[in-house]
């Protein structure tokens, strides 16, 4: 039993925390490979090879890998699954485009967002924006499956593992790479943060929105926002927190004018503590909240920024 | 260029799913049943589309229960042309997808646009398997599509911000929430949606196997929080956060 992992990879780069939260959740099973992808890879092959559980990492450098495009990575997937008997990755835009792709490919099905790998045919995931939790076990011969890694524990150093070189198959062409765009921020990454701070509607304008960076910023946290709040412009999308957006379970979340929508708590209610300050006593944010302060956002959050 | 819309009839976004108290299920008894409002914006952009001349026909596709009818017939509202239903129990994303691609390849659409996820598996796959069982590029998370010549350039929404890529036709491409605000459908194109054609088939048609490759062990509800407290001022919510939470 081996299983190959497709690491997080950010051009060129390992992501790290994704990649180590993964392994935690595959301890239980045995051999792990893991699959470090993209331009330039070695400082991240060494580092791959650098955590506990990694038995062997296969290293594919190339340039058109390094976008993330669906059909070239999945393709390389396909020519490696040979023997390995489960493929997963941490449930990030890449691995969510590339696994299902993947799982047809090899006429599988695909089982997304594990929350936990409860034995090797056994896995368990939320449906229904978090409002069920279904297990499920797999009769397919390959088990291919994202996992969502908010919840699962990191792994720490382990090895070093061999690193291999891989072939990596001639390109398709039926996709090509045209733009990133890209926003660059000292912030913590949102599903690595510590502290999670969001805003909501109620923040008004993008020009408000500052408010909810400026706490993040003295708290050291990251910054997540509502649908509502991407959608009119107040914060860019890879923000949003959510059934459709990122999952997070920080050790402290704050929604401030965030109305605790169902699709908004499926992205956050695991955290550690929340806390929901809303000027709505009835706001659904309020059941989920360890903590809730009722009030105008616009004279709470400079106080907070001023106690904490 | 044909484009064909597959929409799933789902849960009503609204509406907080509750689980059967002997574990066997969601229960959808007398629950308020819509078209998953990613499907709908998939809907809206083919229009979009063929209202901009890039399309000809606009053909919709749902695997389902007979009440999915319903949901084909909201997609013609909003105008689509043509709809089919297949008619069958729950099939998983695989099982959709093989059957999607028998449509396609009786119907040969140069484009497929499906919603990125159905809000009640929450599976996020049928779009990405279609393509790989047709050969086809794929473009996932679309805020932005445009057709031009034999290509199609999509913008995506992805984790560090947005990703533009382009595609050969035929390709399929997923909707995310961002890539329009679907119109509701005016009283005079219900009433014509009516007298559109919809056609039922069953699995058989098309000789594919959709036995499940996944069994159901059990639905649960997830873990409740314990209730918590309202504060009654910054200075408490500090204090509790640093003493007795202990996250500051
Ligand atoms: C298919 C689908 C997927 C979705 N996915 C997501 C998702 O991933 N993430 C997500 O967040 N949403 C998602 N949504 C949207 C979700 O249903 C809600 O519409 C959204 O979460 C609402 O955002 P909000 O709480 O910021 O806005 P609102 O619901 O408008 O709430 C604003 C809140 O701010 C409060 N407020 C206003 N002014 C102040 C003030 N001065 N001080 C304090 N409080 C104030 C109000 O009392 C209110 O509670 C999805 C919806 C659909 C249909
Ligand atoms: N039973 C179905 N009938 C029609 N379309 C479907 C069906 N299941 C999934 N789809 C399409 O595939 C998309 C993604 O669904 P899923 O992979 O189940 O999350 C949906 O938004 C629909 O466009």
């Known amino acids: ?308 | 260029m044909k484009v064909l819309v597959p929409v799933k009839r789902v849960i009503d976004y609204n509406v907080k799913a509750r689980v059967k108290a002997d574990g066997s299920g969601v229960d959808l008894a007398n629950v308020k049943m819509s078209m998953n409002p990613f499907d709908e914006i998939a809907v809206e952009e083919a229009i979009r589309l063929k209202e901009r001349g890039v399309a000809t026909e606009v053909l919709v596709v749902s695997i389902g229960a007979k009440q999915a009818q319903e949901t084909l017939r909201t997609a013609l509202a909003m105008g689509a042309d043509r709809a089919i239903l297949i008619e069958t129990d729950d099939v998983e994303p695989l099982a959709v997808a093989k059957l999607l691609a028998k449509v396609v390849a009786e119907e040969e659409p140069g484009l497929v646009l499906t919603g990125k996820q159905a809000i009640d598996n929450d599976m996020n796959a049928t779009g990405q398997m279609l393509a790989a069982l047709l050969g086809w590029p794929q473009a996932t998370f679309a805020s932005a599509v445009t057709v031009e010549g034999d290509g199609v350039t999509v913008t995506r929404e992805v984790d560090g911000g947005l990703q533009t890529i382009r595609l050969r036709l035929p390709a399929v491409v997923t909707a995310d929430l961002r890539l329009n605000e679907p119109r509701y459908a005016s009283l005079p194109n219900i009433m014509k949606a009516k007298s559109k054609p919809l056609a039922t088939r069953v699995p058989a048609d098309f000789g594919v196997d959709i036995t499940p490759r996944l069994t159901v062990v059990d639905t649960r509800e997830p873990a409740a929080r314990k209730a918590g407290i309202k504060v009654g001022s910054v200075e408490e919510l500090v204090a509790k956060l640093r003493d007795e939470a202990g996250v500051l």
């Open chain 1, 1 to 308: 039993m081996t299983v190959l992992l497709m690491a997080d990879m950010r051009d060129g780069a390992l992501g790290v925390d994704a990649t180590a939260k993964a392994l935690g959740a595959l301890a239980g099973l045995s051999e792990v490979h893991v699959l470090v992808v993209g331009e330039g890879i070695g400082d991240a092959a060494v580092e791959a090879a650098g955590l506990a559980g990694v038995t062997k990492v296969l290293a594919a450098d190339s340039a058109a890998l390094g976008k993330g495009l669906a059909e070239p990575l999945a393709d390389l997937i396909v020519s490696l699954a040979g023997d390995y008997t489960h493929i997963a990755a941490p449930a990030t835009a890449v691995a969510k485009s590339v696994l299902p792709r993947v799982a047809a490919l090899l006429d599988v099905m695909i089982i997304p967002d594990v929350i936990e790998v409860a034995g090797e045919d056994r896995f368990v995931r939320p449906i229904y924006a978090g409002n069920a939790i279904q297990t499920v076990t797999s009769a397919d011969r390959i088990k291919v499956f994202t996992i969502r890694t908010a919840t699962f524990r990191a792994v720490g150093a382990g090895g070093p593992a061999p690193v291999e070189t891989v072939a990596v198959p001639s390109g398709s062409g039926l996709s090509e790479w045209v733009a990133d765009e890209v926003a660059v921020s000292d912030r913590p990454e949102l599903t690595a943060a510590r502290v999670v701070v969001s805003g909501g509607r109620g923040l008004g304008s993008q020009a408000n929105f500052a408010l909810i960076e400026g706490l993040a910023d003295k708290l050291g946290a990251a910054v997540g926002a509502s649908r509502a709040a991407v959608d009119a412009g107040f914060a860019p999308n890879d923000c949003q927190v959510g059934q459709t957006g990122k999952v997070v379970a920080p050790e402290l979340y704050l929604a401030v004018g965030i109305s605790g929508a169902i699709q908004h708590l499926a992205g956050m209610k695991d955290s550690k503590v929340i806390v929901a300050v809303n000027k709505d006593e009835d706001a659904p944010i309020f059941q989920v909240a360890d903590y809730g302060l009722v009030g105008d956002l616009f004279q709470v959050v400079p106080e907070l920024v001023a106690k904490v």
